[in-house]
Structures are given as structure tokens and as C-alpha cells.
């Protein structure tokens, strides 16, 4: 059974993993606004996790610099996501999660205890869905599958989802550019 939370606790519950010697959330929401992608696409969100829809206006992802390892995403409702991630604002529903990895391929579900616990992560994919108006829910099976990454001029990275959030489930696709700088 995956964990939920207030609305207000989302970053106490998260874990205390540290990027480039920062806490989690912060270190992600920072690594988001830095270099995270918002653009139109193929984005959607079928389903419901805790009695929320999604409907998503902008999809955002980290473009990784060489020797990184992993890919954040994350798909909101706010066309403006690029801004709320620069202030660290949780105010749009949004559904987020990080592939252990870069490559294409599929990465299955590790639930929030197994993250927690320090397992191998590699190959895997760890996220949650947030709305103001509900607790955050982790995921707690499925799959997300990377189909591209393209680096250069026009950066994209595109995929699919089929995931539960303990009874719901949720699929849908997504295409995001990097945010501006």
C-alpha cells in the first residue's frame, strides 16, 4: 500500500536522497526550473488517483547533461509548470516521477518503501501524483516506458505510462522539452 500525505507534508514524506548535495524535493524542483522542459506535445493523463484528474497543459523533464543517471518528468496542469518549479510552488496538480536511467526502454514501479529502503534502483522508475486539493499518492506498480531522447537543437523526451496508485490506475503519454533558462 503506497503512503499519502496533506497536501503540506508532500516534502517531509519525501525521501532524504540528495542530488548534487541537496535534499530531494529541492534539488529536483531546482534541477526542473534549471533545465526541465515545457512544451506542448502528446501529453495526456487517462484516470483518476484519489479522486483527481489530470489535465495536462504542460509535460517538463530534466535534460540531462552527459554522464547523468536518470530523467526527472513531470506532467502538470499548469501551462505556467516552468514558473511554479522556479518559485517551488505546489499549487497545480501534477504527476512526477524519475527514471533510474537514460536509456530507452521500459522501467517498472519501485514503490515508496522500496525507495526508501536504498534498493538498487537502476533500471527502475519512483513517482507520486500531487493535487492541492488531495494527499499525495506513490505509485505502486506498473511500468513507464522511455521511447526517445533527443539531445541538440530541438530536446524532447517521449514515452508512456500504464501505473497504479493503490487501487487507481493511470496511463496516458508523454513528450516534454526543456524549459526556457
Known amino acids: 500500500m503506497s503512503e499519502t500525505m496533506s497536501k503540506r507534508s508532500i516534502?517531509?514524506?519525501?525521501p532524504k536522497r540528495t542530488f548534487f548535495?541537496?535534499?530531494?524535493?529541492?534539488?529536483?524542483?531546482?534541477?526542473?526550473?534549471?533545465?526541465?522542459g515545457c512544451g506542448p506535445g502528446a501529453n495526456s493523463f487517462n484516470g483518476t488517483v484519489a479522486g483527481s484528474s489530470l489535465a495536462v497543459q504542460r509535460a517538463?523533464?530534466?535534460n540531462p547533461e552527459a554522464g547523468a543517471s536518470s530523467i526527472s518528468v513531470?506532467?502538470?496542469?499548469?501551462a505556467?509548470?516552468?514558473?511554479?518549479?522556479?518559485?517551488?510552488?505546489?499549487?497545480?496538480p501534477a504527476f512526477f516521477f524519475v527514471?533510474?536511467?537514460?536509456?530507452?526502454?521500459?522501467?517498472?514501479?519501485i514503490t515508496d518503501a522500496d525507495y526508501k529502503?536504498?534498493?538498487d534502483r537502476a533500471g527502475k522508475v519512483w513517482g507520486a501524483f500531487y493535487s492541492p486539493e488531495a494527499a499525495a499518492s506513490y505509485m505502486t506498480q506498473g511500468t513507464v516506458r522511455l521511447d526517445s531522447v533527443t539531445q541538440g537543437a530541438n530536446p524532447v523526451v517521449k514515452g508512456s505510462f500504464d501505473v497504479t496508485f493503490d487501487a487507481d490506475r493511470a496511463t496516458g503519454t508523454f513528450e516534454a522539452t526543456p524549459c526556457p533558462p
Not at 99 to 109: D, K
Open 11 to 14: 516534502r517531509s514524506a519525501l
Open 21 to 36: 548535495g541537496l535534499s530531494a524535493l529541492p534539488a529536483l524542483l531546482i534541477a526542473v526550473a534549471a533545465v526541465l
Open 60 to 62: 517538463v523533464w530534466n
Open 74 to 78: 513531470t506532467l502538470s496542469t499548469s
Open 80 to 92: 505556467n509548470v516552468c514558473e511554479l518549479l522556479k518559485k517551488k510552488a505546489e499549487t497545480a
Open 99 to 109: 527514471l533510474e536511467g537514460t536509456a530507452v526502454g521500459s522501467y517498472p514501479v
Open 117 to 119: 529502503s536504498g534498493i
